[in-house]
């Protein structure tokens, strides 16, 4: 899950593995939920969205789950990539935007 | 594909300095945002401006303050650099605060020395 604290939350996995990262929210009325990649040296870049009405949603290789009853949220990577390797971080939005401290991932050749 | 530019990759400027830190957006949102984003602490809302002219203070306002005078352009600026502004400065921009995700610049890495 993400934390907020001098070091990031890390996850490392094997080049063609799956992959998942994991958020804790805290606001129960948060209606809308994003999660960003953000690569070495760039700003974050938007991967998937889903609205609090679902709870489960695909797109290209990422999958992203939400679990209200616990305040939980997941994305998923299928067959990881070395591309793949940035930080992760989710928002929750209720009004206005809140984000995490993110999660690093590392991807092994 | 919505752009949102910020005009200096990397600054270094001096303690006591006014800093001018510019973003663009030229996609006609009505809402822009800046962040500053420290190792571990995640991004935290300096200030978020919903329409010309309007400003609205953030979680860490102090030291800072904003400009928008036009609608594809917001300005954060330093009043009087300290050292404990050095950071990543983001900024970002959203059609509808709460329906839709927010488009990043790249950043602006800011040294004060």
């Known amino acids: 899950g993400e934390s907020v604290g001098l070091h990031l939350p890390t996850l490392s996995v094997q080049e063609g593995d799956n992959s998942i990262i994991n958020c804790a929210y805290s606001n129960s009325a948060s209606d809308y939920f994003i999660w960003y990649k953000q690569e070495s040296g760039k700003g974050p870049q938007f991967i998937i969205d889903i609205r609090s009405n679902m709870d489960k949603r695909q797109g290209q290789r990422v999958t992203v789950l939400l679990n209200k009853t616990v305040k939980h949220l997941s994305l998923q990577i299928a067959a990881t990539q070395p591309g793949d390797s940035a930080v992760y971080f989710c928002a929750e939005n209720n009004n206005d935007m809140r984000f995490g401290a993110g999660t690093r991932l590392t991807v092994k050749p | 594909d919505v752009k949102v530019t910020q005009s200096s990759r990397y600054l270094v400027k001096r303690t006591g300095e006014k800093v001018f830190l510019e973003c663009v957006q030229d996609?006609?949102?009505?809402?822009m945002f800046w962040y500053r984003q420290d190792p571990g602490l995640g991004l935290r809302l300096i200030y978020f401006s919903y329409d010309v002219k309007m400003k609205e203070k953030g979680d860490i306002p102090e030291g800072y303050s904003v400009s928008r005078e036009k609608k594809e352009r917001f300005s954060l600026i330093l009043e009087s650099a300290s050292t404990n502004q050095t950071s990543m400065y983001l900024c970002a921009s959203t059609l509808h605060r709460s329906l839709y995700g927010y488009t990043f610049g790249s950043g602006t890495r800011l040294t004060v020395v």
């Open positions: 996609m006609d949102h009505e809402n």
